[in-house]
């Protein structure tokens, strides 16, 4: 255990000293000017790296601002207030989660399809792949707008969004794992005279099994940063692509760090989830571990 986790702490004090370290040179030209401005002269290098520290819209905030503002902003704020990072985390998950399911269902669905069809395979799959060349920031805005206009708002744009990044990695990595039994395991299931629902539920879909659960884990980061994505062109339904946006637009990095933390971390949560679920499910259909 030690082992395992001593390099990680490592790695962790490095950055964290880094984090501080460039906290100082990017905040102390606007420190000097407030020192200058106050008459304050030949300032100890130790409180002018504290000044740096606690300023109230630094160019870089230091660890532990974030850090209070997450507290501050969760734990220590009513979670029903439209000002709680917590409340617009639960709107970003929920349109997370709707996403996720929509694209690895359809993601599914598209390489049972384009497996079984060579007509929708050369049909399909090139479509599929041009259309992860759309950049996702120009495709956000008519999707909302598009939407908006026909009474759809609210949760669903976002998660059509979401879904649009994460069903890909899905159907490439089903296509790849369904295709993956070799030909004298297929053949092997013609002589028990199997069929292809057999072939499919027995053989194929076992398995794409592991290029399920790690296009899954890949497709639900991509669908958080779908739902962030979209929050950016519908300020009005909150979430925190939208505390990223006014935070912006007033200057206040601490809030911006903070909810890119709190993204990172939801996204760090789900993974884990994801990967979690494979283990139960490889345990179940006897996998060694």
């Given amino acids: 255990m030690l082992n395992r986790i001593l390099p990680v702490l490592t790695i962790l004090i490095a950055i964290v000293a880094f984090w501080y370290a460039m906290a100082i040179h990017m905040n102390a030209p606007w420190q000097n000017t407030l020192n200058t401005r106050a008459n304050l002269e030949n300032v100890p290098f130790s409180e002018f790296a504290q000044q740096t ?31 709680s990072l917590a409340y617009h985390s639960w709107i970003t998950l929920s349109a997370t989660l709707l996403g996720f399911t929509f694209g690895t269902v359809l993601g599914v669905l598209l390489a049972v399809a384009i497996i079984h069809n060579d007509a929708t395979d050369r049909s399909l799959m090139p479509w599929i792949i041009a259309s992860q060349t759309i950049p996702i920031l120009a495709v956000a805005p ?124 939801i996204a760090a949560v789900l993974v884990a989830l994801v990967g979690s679920a494979e283990k139960y499910v490889n345990a179940r259909m006897g996998a060694r571990a």
């Fill in 53 to 83: 520290w606690a300023q109230a819209k630094p160019v870089l905030p230091a660890p532990h601002q974030v850090f209070s503002e997450i507290w501050s902003a969760t734990v220590a704020m009513e979670l029903t207030s439209k000002r």
């Fill in 142 to 265: 008519m999707i909302v707008v598009g939407l908006g206009a026909v009474g759809l708002t609210g949760m669903i744009p976002k998660a059509l969004i979401s879904m649009y990044l994460s069903f890909f990695p899905v159907v490439v990595g089903m296509v790849k794992g369904l295709r993956s039994p070799e030909n004298i395991q297929l053949d092997l299931m013609r002589t028990y005279d199997a069929n292809s629902w057999q072939v499919f539920w027995k053989l194929r879909w076992p398995a794409a099994m592991p290029f399920l659960f790690a296009t899954m884990k890949v497709g639900i980061a991509i669908s958080l940063i779908g739902a962030v994505v979209a929050e950016l062109s519908n300020a009005a339904g909150g979430g925190l692509g939208v505390r990223l946006l006014t935070g912006s637009y007033n200057g206040q990095t601490v809030q911006i760090w903070a909810a890119l933390f709190l993204a990172a971390g």
